[in-house]
């Protein structure tokens, strides 16, 4: 971790950055078949998370306005004195969203976890 | 209005920006503590800070003025401003702020390596971002004129000239204090107000919000009209009006459809579209808010300010669960207007609906007073983080790329730049609905940035030519229809739903050009494509050593 470490910024940097890396990430960048083959299973659990939960998301929201348009009854039902679409749109759509997002995060993380234990081991 | 209290309660918002911002310029000594806050920021502070950057004038003002005229459909807007952050936290935002780059063209340099891709990422950054600037002013323009009477172009020039200050004088650093201090600030500013409306409601035997004739006036109201106009009675008869006439009605009354004004009334008010037109707009608008958010210069270059792709991660969970809570409250505002403020049906300024409810529900008493400049206050609170984030990444962006080379000089006079632009803008062009303009930016953005960053991230195959063709397919049709919006002519039928919610057909162009033509030119995809994957993908922890060091 950097904390207290001073970092460049990018921003005034037009021209590619190829030799301030650090030795470790250096070697793990270098470890051809091996260290590539472990980036992109790491990549492609990651990106198929991703597009598990955008999925939900699709379904779970996108589906909507679909559902109202041929499904009348639907838009028509009243809960608690309010209209279900008002509700659906106007109150559960945020939680729904913030309940996603926080399975991703611990998921991701866990991934993440995975990735080092593999790389961490043979240096044992 | 003769209110006493808004006045001072504008200034005083504006003081404590300016005096976070000179505080802020204390602290910054060298230039990257003038830029990106030295990355000191907490994630806490950092998300409120972003959650203030991004509820803009759009999300105080125009979501609740839409609600009141176009009713349902238009909830889309807000469930999609907040879900563009969880599109941003699936595919974009741990593995960009491991990229290391700070601004959208610091990544296609970054990633490709392409010093063309970045002018063109440059160009669209401007592009966004002053469009984006506009509503702003307008808005500021729009609450001036509303609650205190002063001419339209005191309030943006006002705003459009402490924004631009602040910014060139205090940089990052400051603005992190501000924008996060300006979230607390706007959430209060419609909560409290809120509470006091719903008791109010209650105490008035809950009238429909939704009444099965239309809205009808509260109370006895007389409405000024703007532009010569043919009213629609509730039975049927027509009348014409002038400009300036002026008319009474009394409670109970219905209210009127004007010629001049496009609003929903009865079932269609209430229950969503089902037309095929309505459908795409709909498809069309979800698209843009739930990727345009990625794109958006202001929002990416908060994520520098994170200390590594975990927090990044984190933060953006928070801002998703700080902009959901602010976003349940627009929609009361505008259900609530229906009732107490129907007038602006008539008048056509429903962005005004959020300033005025307080007065018009609850009277011209102390609290109803206060009230008014709490909202007052809290909208300031909006055109001020907002523009000063948006500003601040135009300038950066003009400083580094275009002017010069991003010493804090540059950065300076990249922000005058980038400021005078878009406050002469919004003194000329027409007023359109704020949060439209708002939803065309992030059309652009969802149309050029969202394939960029996302193929970019997660795909090895994406060239520079690719990504050059993309953004030019998806971001250049996009932006043609926005101008197209705001400079042509009206529209109608499926031509108006095609240019005024264009990304429904620009987003997935965007995608297709950008892989065909990488797919084309293949032979040139980056040599060090694996190390910028693993840079961008690999926790931190993997590459910083071994434990044992």
């Known amino acids: ?124 | 209005m003769d209110n006493p209290y808004i006045i001072p309660a504008i200034l005083l918002v504006t003081l404590v920006t300016v005096a976070i911002g000179f505080y802020g310029l204390k602290l910054a000594r060298t230039t990257s503590d003038f830029l990106v806050a030295s990355r000191s920021v907490s994630p806490t502070w950092n998300a409120a800070a972003i959650g203030g950057e991004y509820l803009s004038a759009a999300s105080f003002l125009g979501v609740a003025g839409l609600i009141l005229k176009y009713g349902v459909d238009v909830l889309w807007y807000p469930v999609g401003f907040a879900a563009g952050y969880l599109a941003l936290l699936l595919f974009v935002a741990a593995p960009l702020r491991r990229s290391g780059a700070f601004t959208l063209p610091d990544f296609c340099q970054l990633r490709l390596g392409s010093r063309r891709l970045r002018k063109l990422a440059t160009a669209f950054v401007v592009f966004i971002g002053w469009l984006y600037l506009v509503p702003q002013l307008q808005g500021a323009g729009l609450t001036m004129t509303t609650v205190t009477g002063q001419p339209y172009a005191l309030g943006a020039l006002l705003v459009g000239a402490v924004v631009t200050c602040n910014v060139a004088l205090g940089g990052m650093r400051a603005i992190t204090f501000v924008q996060a201090f300006q979230y607390w600030l706007k959430l209060t500013a419609l909560l409290v107000p809120a509470v006091f409306l719903l008791l109010q409601w209650q105490a008035d035997g809950r009238p429909a919000v939704a009444a099965p004739d239309g809205p009808v006036f509260h109370t006895s109201t007389t409405v000024v009209i703007e532009d010569h106009a043919t009213l629609t009675m509730a039975d049927g008869s027509t009348m014409t009006v002038r400009a300036g006439e002026k008319l009474d009605f009394a409670a109970g009354e219905p209210v009127p459809q004007v010629s001049t004004v496009d609003d929903t009334r009865g079932p269609d008010w209430l229950l969503p579209g089902d037309s095929d037109q309505g459908l795409f707009a709909t498809y069309s608008l979800i698209l843009a808010t739930f990727l345009g958010t990625m794109g958006l210069p202001h929002v990416l270059v908060r994520f520098y300010t994170n200390p590594d792709g975990n927090a990044a991660r984190r933060t953006t969970l928070v801002v998703l669960g700080l902009v959901g809570l602010f976003y349940l409250l627009p929609t009361l505002y505008g259900v609530l207007g229906r009732v107490y403020t129907p007038q602006l049906l008539m008048t056509g300024r429903t962005d005004a609906v959020v300033v005025l409810l307080p007065g018009a529900a609850l009277g011209g008493g102390l609290t109803g007073q206060l009230l008014a400049a709490l909202v007052a206050a809290g909208a300031f609170a909006a055109f001020l983080s907002s523009s000063s984030g948006l500003l601040t990444s135009v300038a950066g962006v003009i400083s580094t790329d275009v002017t010069g080379h991003g010493s804090v000089r540059d950065f300076r006079l990249a922000t005058v730049i980038a400021g005078v632009v878009p406050i002469v803008l919004s003194l000329t062009i027409s007023t359109l609905d704020v949060s439209q303009v708002v939803g065309l930016a992030f059309a652009v953005a969802a149309s050029s940035f969202c394939p960029l960053l996302v193929l970019g991230i997660w795909w090895r195959g994406l060239t520079a030519r690719g990504a050059a063709a993309g953004v030019l397919a998806g971001g250049g049709a996009a932006a043609g229809a926005v101008l197209l919006t705001v400079l042509g002519p009206p529209l109608s039928g499926w031509p108006a739903a095609l240019v005024g919610q264009p990304a429904a057909w620009t987003v997935p162009l965007a995608f297709a050009v950008m892989v065909i033509v990488s797919l084309a030119s293949r032979g040139r995809v980056p040599a060090d494509v694996s190390e910028v994957m693993l840079r961008l993908h690999a926790p931190e922890s993997a590459l910083a050593g071994s434990p044992r060091r």
């Open chain 1, 1 to 124: 971790m950097t904390e207290g470490r001073r970092t460049r910024v990018v921003l005034a940097d037009v021209h590619p950055r190829t030799h301030d890396h650090d030795r470790t990430r250096t070697e793990l960048a270098e470890q051809t078949q091996v260290g590539e083959a472990l980036v992109q299973g790491l990549v492609r659990a990651q990106l198929a998370l991703a597009l598990r939960l955008a999925l939900v998301v699709a379904i779970g929201l996108g589906g909507l306005p679909l559902l109202f348009a041929v499904a009348p009854e639907v838009s028509n039902a009243r809960l608690a004195g309010v209209d279900l679409p008002w509700l659906l749109l106007g109150v559960a759509a945020f939680p729904f969203l913030f309940v996603v997002g926080w399975a991703y995060v611990r998921l991701a993380e866990r991934n993440e976890q995975d990735f080092v234990a593999v790389v961490r081991r043979p240096e044992r």
